[in-house]
């Protein structure tokens, strides 16, 4: 059975860190591009980030450039979302998703991901 488990959600302070990991379970994460959203109390789910299946691509919304940074390490099956200097306005539930990709240097677009991890929650409050 194919799972995504994120963890390493929590309370912070503005301007503080978080490191969310994605856990891959009954697949290896080799040949999946892997993409990161989040969506927020009342909001639309966001595109956060994806990285490609060779790492080689990756890339940010707008809102997180410079301050969020994706990493994998197919060793451990596992990817990173690194999440630095946190607003207020990053409040919200993170997901990991996964898609089957073919292309070692695509990024997939949102609606391309199968496999969806149940979320892990990030609260920037002072």
């Known amino acids: 059975q194919l799972q995504l488990v994120e963890s390493g959600g929590g309370l912070v302070q503005p301007g503080g860190s978080l490191r969310l990991s994605c856990a891959a379970s009954?697949?290896?994460?080799?040949?999946?591009?892997i993409g990161w959203f989040r969506q927020a109390p009342g909001k639309e789910r966001e595109k956060v980030s994806c990285?490609?299946?060779?790492?080689?691509?990756?890339n940010y919304a707008d809102s997180v450039k410079g301050r969020f940074t994706i990493s994998r390490d197919n060793a451990k099956n596992t990817v990173y979302l690194q999440v630095n200097s946190l607003k207020l306005e990053d409040t919200a539930v993170y997901y990991c998703?996964?898609?089957?990709?073919?292309?070692?240097?695509?990024?997939?677009?949102?609606?391309?991901?199968?496999?969806w991890g149940q979320g892990t929650q990030v609260t920037v409050s002072s």
């Open positions: 009954g697949f290896t994460l080799d040949y999946y591009a």
């Open positions: 990285i490609s299946t060779s790492g080689g691509t990756t």
């Open positions: 998703a996964a898609v089957r990709a073919y292309l070692s240097d695509y990024c997939p677009r949102s609606y391309e991901y199968d496999y």
